[in-house]
C-alpha cells in the first residue's frame, strides 16, 4: 500500500537557516552593520568626545562578532579549515581586546583623558580592523582605514564629521561601482 506520507524510520531533511535578507548574505549584512555603527561612533566621537571612550569600548565587542561572523562565512565559502581561521580571528580580537583593556587602564591611572580616550580607542580599533580586513575582506579594511583617518583628522581639523562624511560617502560609492564592474566582467555577453 503506498501512502504520501514519509516512513516513520525515514529522517526529515533538515531546514537551512536563510540569514538572507532580501539577497544580501551574512557577510554583507556584517559589513554593513560595522561600517553604519562605525559611522555612529565618528559622530558620538565629534559631539560628545566625553562619553566616546564607552561607545569604542563597546565597539571592540561588535567589532570583533563582525570579524568573526566575515571570517567563518569567507572560510566556509573558499573550503578553508573553519577551526585555523576562528583560532586566527579569537587571538587577533582577543589581543585587541588587551589592548583597549590597556587604554582603559590609562584612562583610569589619570594618563589620558575621556576626550583623548576615544580618540585612542578609535585609532587602536581602526588598525586592528584594518589589519583583520587584510586577512577576512578589503571592505572591512576600508572600514578600519576610514576609523583610523578619522582618530588623525579629529587632532586636526576642528569639524572633521563633514570632512569624514564625505569620504565615506566616495568612498561607499566607489566601492558599489567596483562590484558591479567587477560583477559585469564575470558574466558572460
Not at 503506498?2 to 529522517?11: I, M
Not at 580618540?119 to 579594511?141: E, K, P, Q
Not at 564629521?161 to 560609492?173: E, K, N, Q
Request: glycine share 8%; net charge positive; aromatic share 8%.
Amino acid at each position: 500500500m503506498h501512502t504520501d506520507k514519509p516512513d516513520e524510520g525515514t529522517p526529515k531533511p533538515r531546514k537551512r537557516l536563510n540569514l538572507n535578507l532580501k539577497g544580501l548574505s551574512l557577510e554583507t549584512i556584517a559589513l554593513i552593520g560595522a561600517l553604519a555603527l562605525s559611522m555612529l561612533g565618528i559622530g558620538i566621537t565629534d559631539y560628545a568626545p566625553l562619553s566616546s571612550h564607552r561607545y569604542w569600548g563597546a565597539m571592540t565587542l561588535v567589532l570583533a562578532a563582525a570579524a568573526l561572523v566575515i571570517g567563518w562565512s569567507r572560510a566556509k565559502r573558499l573550503g578553508l579549515p573553519l577551526k585555523q581561521a576562528l583560532a586566527t580571528q579569537v587571538a587577533h580580537w582577543l589581543t585587541t581586546i588587551a589592548a583597549i583593556g590597556g587604554i582603559f587602564l590609562l584612562l583610569k591611572s589619570g594618563r589620558l583623558n575621556y576626550e583623548n580616550t576615544g580618540l585612542v580607542l578609535l585609532m587602536t580599533l581602526g588598525f586592528s580592523t584594518l589589519l583583520d580586513g587584510y586577512r577576512i575582506n578589503w571592505c572591512f579594511s576600508l572600514i578600519g582605514l576610514l576609523m583610523f583617518v578619522t582618530s588623525i583628522a579629529a587632532a586636526y581639523i576642528e569639524e572633521y564629521l563633514w570632512i569624514m562624511l564625505i569620504v565615506a560617502t566616495a568612498a561607499a560609492a566607489g566601492v558599489i561601482y567596483w562590484e558591479k564592474h567587477r560583477k559585469s566582467k564575470k558574466q558572460p555577453t
